[in-house]
């Protein structure tokens, strides 16, 4: 089968196998109860199923078996998807701590590496496994992070997939852009379900853990196949610009204002995009987009030669960083993110952006940390996620004021004289 024949197999057979088994994992959310239900954060209209990564994940397992990669060491990158997807789809429903999920995107890492399929540069084993592991574990993070809106995580999935795809048909590499193809229509056949507004259907940790780790792995493998040298390592890092980007601009942010990297929020690259974009739809086309140019960036690198990866990695680099000081400025804050305040007593204060629009408290002793209810376990609080609209949310941050004769406490006591009284 040829490179571009075993693309379109890869890509019709998931497409449509994620399209038709979509509304299947719709209905077995319903009879298990498998919702993501509206609270704190989360800022959905009502409970919505989270079953979606099963669909994309089956779609891209039609693709491989479609495209012959049934054999052979491709078979240990699709076997760590699968337990990923697992490990996800339980963390979904009940809490897993964030230890074994590092633990296990770790070790589904090194199993990459184990059969020849991570980073290979000039630095060697330790150097290239060193690689390897912290991009497939970034990687993994970086797209669970990206799932804070419809269609932001499978949109950017599929087109940095696409661009992996192409690169590897370009090479030769008929199976591997079978699979790397496969994976983009098993996004792209989730998608409608995802944007039909309201959503009908989340992907949950579920879906994006084992997309972040398969484009990770994809590019990792198709990397080992250009012409380019050390220099496939910015090709590759062109190829997820996007993640990369939100992730930036997430860390950054909350260390500049004096929050937890692990505190959920809606400070995300999106959350500030659709402040100007209005539409989640409007959002994912806009990073869609974005991604779509660095992926051909990235291609047209990898023909001119290493010069010219390095000055589109550059010139990415800078772009990113000039975005990422425009968007940490207030006019791109959403309302209600966690900002920090330092105390004369030595402790980091919070508050939300929200709330110091209302009357402030005059000493810092008067601020007061607030946890969402999401922080209690139940059956219908389940641990935090650092998303936004539809995954699950970290602490919220809120002041109380203790001046009992203020506005605030008089509308908490219901007495006359408050905004309700």
Not at 184 to 206: E, I, M, R, S, T
Request: proline share 5%; glycine share 14%.
């Amino acid at each position: 089968m040829s490179p571009e024949l075993s693309a379109a197999v890869g890509f019709s057979a998931a497409g449509a196998t994620s399209l038709g088994g979509t509304p299947l994992a719709i209905a077995i959310a319903g009879r298990t109860d498998f919702y993501d239900r509206p609270r704190g954060y989360r800022k959905h209209a009502g409970a919505t199923p989270l079953l979606g990564g099963a669909a994309v994940l089956v779609g891209f397992l039609a693709a491989a078996i479609a495209v012959g990669a049934t054999s052979g060491r491709l078979l240990v990158p699709i076997g760590c998807a699968l337990s990923l997807w697992l490990i996800g789809t339980i963390d979904d429903r009940v809490t897993i701590a964030p230890i074994w999920r590092l633990l296990a995107e770790t070790i589904a890492a090194v199993a990459v590496v184990v059969v020849g399929l991570g980073w290979k540069t000039s630095g060697g084993g330790a150097i290239d496994l060193v690689l390897s592991v912290i991009w497939v574990v970034g990687l993994v993070n970086a797209f669970n992070l990206m799932d804070n809106l419809d269609g932001a995580c499978s949109a950017v999935g599929c087109v940095s997939a696409v661009g992996i795809g192409i690169l590897a048909a370009i090479h030769g590499q008929a199976v591997l852009a079978g699979l790397a193809f496969g994976l983009a229509g098993g996004c792209a056949g989730f998608l409608p379900w995802n944007l039909a507004g309201p959503a009908k259907v989340f992907l949950g940790d579920g879906g994006s853990m084992p997309i972040g780790f398969l484009v990770a792995a994809l590019a990792m493998t198709t990397g080992r196949h250009l012409q380019v040298g050390d220099a496939g390592l910015l090709a590759g890092a062109l190829l997820v610009g996007v993640p990369i980007l939100d992730t930036a601009l997430v860390s950054l942010s909350r260390k500049r204002r004096g929050v937890m990297l692990v505190t959920g929020g809606r400070d995300h690259l999106t959350h500030r995009l659709l402040l100007a974009l209005h539409t989640p739809r409007a959002v994912v086309g806009a990073l869609a987009l974005a991604q779509a140019i660095l992926c051909v960036s990235a291609i047209v690198g990898d023909h001119w030669g290493i010069a010219a990866v390095a000055l589109f990695a550059l010139v990415a680099v800078t772009l990113g960083a000039v975005t990422i000081v425009l968007l940490d400025t207030t006019r791109w804050r959403p309302a209600g993110i966690a900002v920090g305040e330092r105390s004369p007593y030595g402790q980091v204060a919070k508050r939300s952006v929200a709330s110091s629009r209302g009357e402030r408290p005059r000493h810092p002793a008067q601020w007061r940390l607030g946890q969402s209810r999401s922080h209690h376990r139940s059956a219908e609080h389940r641990r935090p996620r650092d998303s936004g609209d539809h995954a699950g949310q970290g602490a919220r941050f809120a002041w109380v004021p203790d001046n009992p004769h203020s506005r605030q406490g008089r509308a908490r006591r219901g007495q006359p004289g408050s905004p309700g009284g």
